[in-house]
């Protein structure tokens, strides 16, 4: 007779062992994606499975077009796989759309999701709103976000008035103002001179220090990230770690 039996048995209860957490922080599997159609239709993602651990970083390069930012389109549910599924401290983009989002801090590659006219301070202040950041936290939230990437003397600076970097920075720094759990980085070096890339991979740091973690895509022949735990690589369809 088991344990659990002799238990039943004898009316002395057992205490319940909860399973082991599951240690992926961003979970992929089985992810296909196509573009096109008909014979114009082209796989670019083929059975991709990946796992990131809390307070682990991942950079994966490859050339132009091998699908990237398509992966990072996935993860952010901005985009649906064909087949497969994505996760986020086990939660799904349509198991719950606003508390998986919240999780996200999503930095597109390019210079775009600027509006000219509005100020620094009025986008961060806009953008912890729409994040979902409790009101009474936001002025610390946005003061903190123009610290972290030395944004405070340009705070009442129109976007449209800003140098690329400058730009860059600000867009980074939307990013992580309401303290995302996951970073998803598109080229995230792109127009920063090495102050900036200092002001990054302090930020990278902060996420996984508070047990976060972080996917990060570049082309292939950049440099990476200082602080990413494991390189891959896009080839064929899938992630190959080097």
């Known amino acids: 007779m088991n344990a659990g039996a002799i238990a039943a048995e004898s009316g002395i209860g057992l205490p319940s062992v909860a399973?082991?957490?599951?240690?992926?922080?961003?979970?992929?599997?089985?992810?296909?994606?196509?573009?096109?159609?008909g014979k114009s239709r082209r796989e670019i993602l083929r059975g991709v499975n990946l796992d990131i651990a809390a307070g682990s970083a991942i950079c994966i390069s490859g050339r132009n077009g091998v699908g990237k930012t398509t992966l990072l389109r996935i993860v952010t549910g901005i985009l649906a796989p064909d087949r497969g599924t994505v996760s986020i401290e086990g939660i799904g983009p349509t198991d719950d759309w606003r508390e998986y989002h919240r999780r996200i801090g999503f930095l597109s590659a390019g210079d775009r999701g600027l509006y000219a006219r509005v100020t620094v301070q009025r986008h961060?202040?806009?953008?912890?709103?729409?994040?979902?950041?409790?009101?009474?936290?936001?002025?610390?939230?946005?003061?903190?976000?123009?610290?972290?990437?030395?944004?405070?003397?340009?705070?009442?600076?129109?976007?449209?008035?800003?140098?690329?970097?400058?730009?860059?920075?600000?867009r980074l720094a939307l990013t992580v103002v309401h303290r995302p759990s996951v970073l998803l980085l598109d080229e995230p070096r792109n127009s920063l001179d090495s102050d900036g890339q200092a002001l990054l991979a302090a930020a990278v740091r902060e996420v996984l220090r508070r047990g976060g973690a972080v996917l990060c895509c570049a082309p292939?022949?950049?440099?990476?990230l200082e602080d990413c735990d494991r390189r891959a690589v896009i080839e064929d369809g899938g992630v190959r770690f080097l």
Do not use: K, M, Y
């Open 19 to 37: 399973p082991p957490p599951d240690p992926s922080l961003i979970s992929l599997a089985g992810i296909w994606r196509s573009w096109g159609r």
């Open 124 to 170: 961060l202040e806009h953008w912890s709103a729409l994040a979902l950041v409790p009101r009474r936290e936001r002025r610390e939230r946005v003061q903190d976000a123009l610290s972290a990437f030395e944004l405070t003397e340009l705070a009442g600076r129109r976007a449209d008035r800003l140098s690329q970097g400058q730009r860059q920075r600000l």
């Open 220 to 224: 292939a022949g950049e440099d990476q």
